[in-house]
């Protein structure tokens, strides 16, 4: 069975940090782009980073530029999403999404059940 698994969201507070992970199951990870969305109640899903398959490419939204970081690990045919420095407003379910293409396609392949990462004091 095809998988992508969301985990490591839950409550922080402002300033805090969380690691967000998106593990395969099913398929390997090696040959697909990744992208990491987000959306909060009432608001559209939002694209918050994309990674290449080799790594070697990456895209980072501006709304989380030098806060959030996005790698990869093939080996464990995982990606992770390292949040810094986070704020009220990236309170939202995070979601991790494949496709065989590059971080410019807009249609994924498989999606994650999604996490709850909420900021909050």
């Known amino acids: 069975q095809v998988q992508l698994v969301e985990s490591g969201g839950g409550l922080v507070q402002p300033g805090g940090s969380l690691r967000l992970s998106c593990a395969a199951s099913g398929f390997t990870l090696d040959y697909y782009t990744i992208g990491w969305f987000r959306q909060a109640p009432g608001k559209e899903r939002e694209g918050v980073s994309c990674?290449?398959?080799?790594?070697?490419?990456?895209y980072v939204a501006d709304s989380v530029k030098g806060r959030f970081t996005i790698s990869r690990d093939n080996a464990k045919n995982t990606v992770y999403l390292q949040m810094n420095s986070l704020k009220p407003e990236d309170t939202a379910v995070y979601y991790c999404?494949?496709?065989?293409?590059?971080?410019?396609?807009?249609?994924?392949?498989?999606w994650g059940q999604g996490t709850q990462v909420t900021v909050s004091s």
């Open positions: 999404a494949a496709n065989s293409e590059s971080c410019d396609t807009r249609e994924y392949d498989y």
């Open positions: 990674i290449s398959s080799s790594g070697g490419s990456t």
